[in-house]
């Protein structure tokens, strides 16, 4: 009898999701030889889920439907089709696909929805074309497509390192409840960063070559201790992101006196992650927020969700 095949036989359909991300901590060091800010950061995944649906194709395509506002290019440029790419590059197949995104992380607010796609990408064609790479070979290749890509796949919380792509798994214990606050308006992750190079420079404050991971937030984590994470809650870009995008200091302020233990800007904005006590907090200051035109939606999500994982196969 031959041996059984490592490499999966390919497959007609695969259904697969992958989740957005908040950034509880982010600190930011000097750029290393690359052109990359070096990162100290803390991910966690949230239940918010795009899912990518593959079914085998003579070419690619993509389709979206999403729940949440905002508009998404469907070209080349697109970071689902540029996963798809990539790995008949890597591979060398010339396969096609047929690909639909279903959307619930909020475009362009600096929670990862692109990654979470292009993870989630890689993932379900990884099966449907039955190239075999394995998760560590796969997340090798996200992060050639943006630092939140590997996070997307491994899910949970994580510590990312280097440019952020270099993760360590986080213990973690309890649950944790976030209010995710959107003011509008977008803003480019590129912008902030320059944004931050600015202040920095204008301010003279030298940036370390590779910032301290925050054990206090470690700490926080793994004793399930909301009030010392809302303590250590912190984000370097944050003063960049309220430069550019006037509207997001006063959501922080107003969601902290309605009673949240703590806000911050998620990422490099424009969301705003509320760390909160439970579900009827969330929809408390969410109600409030609404009500003084300071935020277009809120949504609640629970961290720390899984990773890309696969639904459907067929």
């Known amino acids: 009898m031959a041996p059984a095949s490592k490499t999966p036989p390919p497959r007609d359909r695969v259904v697969v999701r992958a989740p957005g991300k908040i950034n509880l901590s982010l600190k930011v ?5 690359r052109g990359y ?30 729940e949440v506002p905002g508009e998404l290019p469907l070209d080349g440029s697109n970071l689902a089709l540029r996963a798809a790419e990539l790995l008949r590059e890597e591979c060398g197949v010339e396969f096609g696909a047929a690909l639909h995104i279903h959307k619930q992380v909020p475009i362009a607010g600096g929670m990862g929805g692109g990654s979470a796609d292009a993870a989630a990408t890689l993932v379900a064609l990884d099966r ?17 497509l943006g630092a939140d890509v590997p996070f997307a796949m491994l899910g949970h919380t994580a510590l990312g390192r280097g440019n952020g792509t270099d993760l360590t798994t986080v213990l973690t214990h309890g649950e944790w409840t976030w209010l995710l606050a959107i003011p509008g308006g977008h803003l480019s992750t590129p912008a902030v960063f320059r944004k931050f190079d600015e202040i920095s420079l204008a301010t003279g404050r030298a940036l370390p070559g590779q910032p301290d991971r925050d054990e206090r937030q470690l700490q926080a984590l793994s ?36 009673g949240a233990p703590a806000a911050l800007v998620s990422g490099s904005g424009p969301t705003i992650a509320v760390l909160v006590e439970d579900e ?35």
């Open 29 to 33: 060091g000097d750029i290393d030889a």
């Open 128 to 144: 449907l074309w039955g190239t075999g790479l394995g998760s560590e070979r796969l997340r090798a290749l996200g992060a050639k």
């Open 280 to 314: 009827a907090q969330a929809r408390s200051i969410s109600a409030g927020l609404m009500r003084a035109g300071l935020v277009e939606n809120c949504l609640v999500a629970r961290g720390s969700a899984p990773g890309a994982s696969v639904l459907e196969e067929s």
């Open 223 to 258: 004793g399930a201790n909301l009030e010392l994470l809302a303590d250590t809650l912190h984000n370097d870009l944050q003063v960049a992101a309220f430069a550019l995008h006037p509207g997001l200091e006063p959501v922080v302020e107003a969601a902290e006196r309605l």
């Open 37 to 66: 800010h070096s990162l100290a950061t803390v991910f966690q995944a949230v239940d918010l889920y795009e899912t990518v649906t593959a079914t085998r194709a003579s070419t690619l395509s993509l389709e979206l439907t999403s």
